[in-house]
């Protein structure tokens, strides 16, 4: 009888580059969630991104579709990308968990959150992506994401739109998710939303550029990193 499987860390493969990753994400057991979704949503975007930046999970039509952000929530978040001064062609997108939870709600399919346990399961995806990618700077898109990178503590109502020091990347940031955004029952809110989501984008931009003397796509090795943020005069905090 197969053993019992808890973690995507069962199904890691031996060398890891974004390829092998995908390949072997599509395979994951990792925990219940790859019963009732179509497939694995893994992240996309180039292997030397700027800014990487994770969600929470795929939605209904990620999952159709197999890639990140393609669906209502996607469309927001290129608009605040651009609006940021960012490309989303530069830029690595992917998601806490890989798998859509959801459950019915007559013929639809009702995103439900992901438990905690299974954020942490699917975590060694997470881990393998920002090892392949190493972006200067990591954003959470909702809390989610921000509690999954910065710990159960972390508190995106207290902590929105501040550059903070961990250990994922140079810089990380937490912003709203555009699902939440879309979510805001009234327009006036639905807008302040979106501006401090372009905001917070716009402030990952201008410190890619500080830390990178470069757009987003183009960041260099690490070492032209720590050069360039060391004309800039920034430290790590
Ligand atoms: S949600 Fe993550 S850990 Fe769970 S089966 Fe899917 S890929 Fe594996």
């Known amino acids: 009888?197969?053993?019992?499987?808890?973690?995507?860390?069962?199904?890691?493969?031996?060398?890891?580059?974004?390829?092998?990753?995908r390949e072997a994400a599509a395979q994951c057991r990792g925990c219940e969630l790859y019963r009732h979704a179509t497939q694995t949503v893994f992240g996309a975007g180039p292997r030397r991104a700027g800014l990487l930046m994770v969600g929470e999970m795929p939605g209904d039509q990620e999952d159709l579709q197999g890639k990140p952000f393609v669906g209502p929530a996607g469309r927001l978040l290129d608009e605040a990308i651009t609006a940021a001064g960012l490309d989303r062609d530069d830029v690595y997108l992917t998601n806490a968990?890989?798998?859509?939870?959801?459950?019915?709600?007559?013929?639809?399919?009702?995103?439900?959150?992901?438990?905690?346990r299974q954020v942490e399961a699917c975590k060694p995806w997470l881990q393998a992506e920002m090892l392949v990618v190493k972006p200067p700077i990591v954003v959470c898109l909702g809390a989610t994401a921000a509690k999954a990178l910065m710990g159960k503590d972390f508190r995106i109502t207290q902590q929105r739109g501040e550059l903070l020091v961990s250990s994922w990347a140079d810089w990380t940031i937490a912003t709203h998710h555009p699902s939440a955004v879309l979510r805001a029952p009234e327009h006036q809110e639905r807008e302040r939303l979106r501006g401090e989501l372009v905001d917070d984008l716009h402030l990952a931009a201008q410190q890619l550029f500080r830390v990178t003397g470069r757009p987003a796509g183009e960041h260099g090795s690490a070492r032209e990193r720590r050069s360039a943020r060391h004309r800039a005069g920034g430290g790590s905090g």
């Not at 197969?2 to 390829?19: E, G, H, M, V, Y």
């Not at 968990?97 to 905690?116: C, D, I, M, Q, Y």
């Open 97 to 116: 968990v890989k798998h859509f939870r959801w459950e019915p709600r007559g013929k639809r399919r009702l995103h439900k959150t992901p438990s905690a």
């Open 1 to 21: 009888m197969a053993t019992q499987k808890t973690s995507a860390a069962d199904f890691l493969p031996d060398r890891i580059n974004l390829k092998s990753l």
